[in-house]
């Protein structure tokens, strides 16, 4: 689309912007469509220039791309090359190599090069280039600190190892093998911060054990529990998780992530003992990788010992038919909410899901949010029926009824005469 006289401008423009960078410092430069000038031939449109420069690392280009995608800019053209370069002390360019290579012996820098629509106000310019920034920060933090967050993981569990607690011997076996997982890349670590109790499970306080955490959680600001516009450090929910045996509690965080997914980061509450005692909390965010969404739900830790109950339960031939479309509605369940969700609201929701198989109705099962921020409603409808119109005017019926906003939705359509909406709806007050 664009004129030979433009790419040599728009090449000497980045050439120019590769000269001076301090390493581990960010850089991002929006241009602005006067600056570019190029001439699309298409379209005719100007376009803004957004180039970032910053030490290679992993999730980097992706989250660039998410935070992007996030904001609906539409983007023309995308380059995203791994230079190979020499840097003196002042960040003074003196050596480039082109492309890199592993084993290569210099400098590797990420240099992103998006064309996008043309962003004409100053002040929106300045908003997407301090999310960018945002972007990298976070990316760096957690790159930077994830070795020490993956030896506090391995650290708790030989704790666990060497002094058990007093929780019932399934259920530390259960939480050994998830934290297992989390320690062994299964979990994507961006922040993490310990917190010891003051007092007990019931009147006390969870306090930060420094002031600084790891990864995104350095900033002490951040808190990843938030109900309307109250901070939560602990409160009935968290005492409830606190006072029960279960030693590891996963659910949802009220921060987005600006690292590989922009999607709300999965909280993962590990407690720590002292002597046997109930000393506090390492509270860990992230995500889950895609392992945790396609093994199976009999095989992964903290999720195969509720849908292992909920069969047993039900008490069906796993060879009939009943038994083989229980174990699919489980398989096919959302899994973030198989993390959170207990096991008789499972027994119950799946009871519910599996009484309706073929039949041609509206059904709608509803969980609430332990931390009461949210409610999370399964619509099951004719599929004929379902288009986006029907969602839409379902997450306003439930946002009403619920006093809430609609924050998410998650459609399925297969081979079943329903389609399944997954709904969540963020509580107000």
Not at 58 to 63: A, R
Not at 318 to 337: C, Q
Not at 355 to 367: I, S, W
Request: charge should be negative; include cysteine.
């Amino acid at each position: 689309h664009y004129h030979v006289e433009d790419l040599y401008r728009l090449a000497q423009a980045a050439w120019r912007s590769l000269q001076n960078r301090r390493p581990g410092e960010p850089r991002v430069v929006i241009m602005t469509p006067d600056q570019v000038a190029v001439t699309e031939e298409d379209s005719g449109r100007d376009i803004c220039v957004i180039e970032a420069v910053n030490d290679d690392k992993p999730f980097l280009f992706g989250s660039l791309s998410n935070e992007l995608h996030a904001q609906n800019i539409e983007i023309h053209l995308v380059v995203h090359p791994i230079f190979a370069v020499e840097r003196d002390e002042n960040g003074r360019l003196i050596g480039f190599h082109g492309e890199a290579r592993p084993g290569d012996g210099f400098r590797h820098e990420s240099f992103v090069h998006v064309h996008i629509a043309a962003i004409d106000d100053q002040a929106t310019r300045d908003e997407l280039q301090a999310a960018l920034m945002a972007v990298h920060r976070d990316v760096d933090a957690a790159v930077a600190d994830w070795p020490k967050m993956r030896k506090a993981v391995s650290e708790i569990i030989d704790d666990y190892q060497a002094t058990p607690p007093p929780v019932p011997r399934a259920e530390l076996d259960e939480a050994l093998a998830f934290l297992k997982t989390i320690e062994s890349n299964q979990f994507i670590l961006t922040g993490m911060r310990q917190y010891r109790l003051d007092g007990s499970p019931d009147e006390g306080e969870l306090i930060p054990v420094s002031e600084e955490g790891l990864g995104i959680l350095r900033d002490p600001q951040i808190k990843v529990l938030r109900r309307g516009n109250e901070l939560v450090t602990l409160n009935s929910e968290v005492r409830a998780f606190l006072r029960r045996s279960a030693p590891v509690y996963i659910s949802k965080a009220n921060v987005r992530s600006r690292v590989h997914r922009n999607v709300h980061l999965d909280y993962i509450g590990v407690k720590r003992y002292e002597n046997g005692v109930l000393a506090g909390e390492l509270r860990i965010v992230g995500l889950f990788t895609s392992e945790a969404y396609t093994e199976s739900v009999l095989e992964l830790p903290m999720v195969r010992r509720k849908v292992r109950a909920v069969i047993e339960e039900l008490g069906y031939d796993p060879d009939s038919h009943s038994g083989n479309a229980l174990v699919n509605i489980l398989e096919n369940y959302p899994r973030d909410e198989l993390f959170q969700i207990d096991e008789d609201k499972l027994l119950e929701i799946a009871t519910g899901i599996l009484h309706l198989q073929e039949r041609q109705q509206v059904a709608l099962f509803v969980r609430e949010d332990a931390f009461k921020r949210y409610i999370s409603c399964l619509v099951f409808v004719p599929r004929e029926r379902y288009n986006t119109y029907l969602r839409q005017d379902m997450q306003d019926i439930l946002a009403r009824g619920f006093n809430g906003q609609p924050a998410a939705f998650f459609t399925q359509l297969g081979d079943s005469p329903l389609a399944r909406v997954h709904l969540i709806i963020k509580l107000m007050g």
